[in-house]
C-alpha cells in the first residue's frame, strides 16, 4: 500500500498497490522551485516534524484511536522505507489497514503529485478540504474508491507531505463507502497532533 506513494513523489508506473516506490530522484527535481505545478503553498507549515520521523506511529497516540469507527490494533514503523517513515496500522477484525508517512524522500510537498496529475500519470487526482489550512488531495494511479481503497495526501510544508493509504477488505466495514473520508479523517488526526507538537 505504501507504494501507491511512488506517484505522491511524482513517479508514475502502472503496476497497481504493490509496487515499490523510487527514490528521490525520479519525476521532479528537487531544486525546483516550491510550490509549482499549481500546487497550493502552505500558509502555515509545520516546520519541524523529526520527533515524528524517528516515531511515525506517534502521529496517532492510542488517545485518538477511539475517535475511529474501527478499533485499531496498533501500528509497526518501519523508519528506513524509501519513501520515507511508514507506520501499517490495523484493525482489531482485520477488515482494514492504513499506512501513514512522511514523505521525506521526495523533498517536494504536493507539488510533485500535481505535476505527475497534469501528466496525465493519476487516474485519482481530487483536491479536498485543507486539513487545518494544509492542502489535501485523494491521488492513486488507479481511482478504487469502490473498492474501499484510498490514499490522501496532506501538505506540511512546501518539501514534505505526510500521506495516508487506506484499504477495506469488506463491504461491511464502516470505511468501505468512503474510503476517502476515512483516510481525510486519520491525516486531521495526524495533523493535529503534529501541529499540536510544535
Avoid at 484511536?65 to 522505507?81: C, M, Q, T, Y
Avoid at 504536493?110 to 494544509?134: C, K, R, V
Wanted: one cysteine or more; hydrophobic letters at 35%; aromatic letters at 6%.
Amino acid at each position: 500500500m505504501v507504494a501507491a506513494a511512488m506517484l505522491l513523489a511524482g513517479c508514475s508506473e502502472d503496476t497497481g498497490g504493490d509496487a515499490e516506490a523510487e527514490g528521490p530522484d525520479c519525476g521532479h527535481q528537487q531544486s525546483a522551485d516550491l510550490p509549482h505545478s499549481g500546487a497550493p503553498a502552505v500558509g502555515d507549515p509545520i516546520k519541524d516534524t523529526s520527533e515524528f520521523e524517528d516515531d511515525i506511529c506517534s502521529v496517532l497516540p492510542e488517545d485518538h484511536w477511539d475517535r475511529l469507527p474501527a478499533d485499531i490494533s496498533g501500528g509497526e514503523s518501519e523508519v528506513d522505507h524509501d519513501i520515507g517513515p511508514t507506520c501499517r496500522w490495523e484493525t482489531e477484525t482485520g477488515n482494514e489497514q492504513f499506512t501513514t508517512a512522511l514523505l521525506t524522500t521526495d523533498g517536494e510537498g504536493l507539488s510533485s503529485s500535481y505535476a505527475n496529475a497534469q501528466d496525465d500519470g493519476a487516474e485519482l487526482f481530487m483536491e479536498l478540504d485543507p486539513i487545518s489550512g494544509h492542502p489535501a488531495i485523494a491521488v492513486d494511479l488507479n481511482d478504487d474508491r469502490e473498492d474501499g481503497y484510498c490514499n490522501v495526501a496532506v501538505e506540511l510544508r512546501d518539501v514534505l507531505s505526510f500521506y495516508v493509504g487506506l484499504s477495506t477488505f469488506v463491504p461491511e466495514s464502516s470505511f468501505y463507502n468512503d474510503p476517502c473520508g476515512a483516510a481525510h479523517e486519520i491525516a486531521a488526526m495526524a495533523v493535529e497532533t503534529m501541529k499540536g507538537a510544535r
